[in-house]
């Protein structure tokens, strides 16, 4: 006798009037199993997969009496999220912060989307906005939104590019329809030459990730750079690490653009040398940093032409 096939969950496209939770509006799910009926649909909380950091759920169709919604509304205010699934994005936005305080002629700017709330602690208003990637959530409203418009705004000469370092665990299609979301903000800006263009954007996630994300970002491509981490025992560095990382770049930029650190191991092509691996990733534009994302924003000064 065969074995049955396992159920699988599958997210469904963002539900207006989601409830919500700690983390912010929830994401609704199914179960779905080959050859059966789909279950019975639910919500969840977007952020986390293990119910022991947080345990929201609700099926779609539960009545949920005033009182209890009275009672989750107040919950939700008094347990704001605090936890941070890596520190990469961060510490990039924190040596870009440090950087420009000391350097006048340092002319990138960050600013720095993630779901911790303490960072607010740290940071202004226009260096942090409290956020979710997973649902594409501004905890702080229409006043937060307003901040990371007016940051993707290209002026001056200025450009834009996205950095993100999500868990490994999060859902592919609940951060791919956020990271639209932001293009489409990008977009939004009205500046000449938007149409038809996505942003700029680094993203930072295991290899074995390629084909989900391609089917989401078909103008991106996989480089062949190995992302190490100081701060995971089996992911550091050289041959500190335990094992080798799985970890890659996916992008949309031209490759040739970016060239690989050759202290590394990496041999750059001469004739399509433009700037290294750092630089980009320090700041060929303005960046805006979210805790697994960042944009920074740079001024690009034209060249004159040699007569």
């Known amino acids: 006798m065969a074995a049955a096939e396992p159920a699988a969950l599958t997210l469904l496209c963002p539900a207006p009037g989601a409830p919500s939770c700690p983390h912010g509006p929830a994401l609704l799910f199914v179960k779905t ?42 919950y939700n205010r008094n347990h704001q999220p605090s936890f941070t699934h890596r520190q990469n994005v961060d510490r990039l936005h924190e040596m870009i912060q440090s950087k420009a305080s000391q350097e006048k002629e340092f002319s990138v700017r960050s600013l720095l989307l993630d779901i911790d709330f303490r960072y607010s602690q740290f940071y202004t208003e226009d ?7 997973f649902n594409h959530h501004f ?34 299609e609940a951060l791919a329809s956020s990271f639209k979301k932001l293009m489409a903000m990008w977009n939004e800006t009205e500046k000449e030459g938007h149409d038809n263009k996505e942003m700029p954007m680094f993203w930072i996630f295991p290899y074995f990730f390629e084909s989900r994300i391609l089917d989401f970002f078909p103008s991106f ?3 062949d750079y190995q992302v190490d981490y100081d701060n995971h025992a089996l992911y550091k560095h050289g041959k500190t690490g335990r094992r080798q ?23 750059p092509d001469k004739k399509k040398r433009q700037k290294t691996l750092k630089r980009v990733a320090m700041g060929i534009c303005k960046r805006l940093a979210m805790k697994h994302a960042i944009f920074s924003k740079r001024k690009v000064k034209n060249k004159k032409k040699e007569t």
């Open 245 to 267: 990382s799985p970890v890659r770049i996916f992008t949309n930029l031209t490759p040739s653009m970016i060239v690989l650190p050759e202290e590394e191991g990496y041999r």
């Open 127 to 133: 260096e942090f906005c409290h956020y979710n990637m």
């Open 33 to 74: 199993s080959q050859g059966k009926e789909e279950g019975r649909r639910f919500y969840a909380c977007s952020a986390c997969r293990d119910r022991k950091d947080c345990n929201f759920f609700q099926w779609e169709d539960e009545k949920v009496s005033e009182t209890r919604l009275a009672a989750r509304e107040e």
């Open 139 to 172: 905890f702080g409203g229409e006043a937060a939104r307003e901040t990371c418009r007016k940051f993707l705004y290209e002026e001056n000469g200025e450009r834009v590019i996205m950095v993100t370092d999500p868990p490994f665990g999060g859902l592919v």
């Open 221 to 223: 491509s996989m480089m």
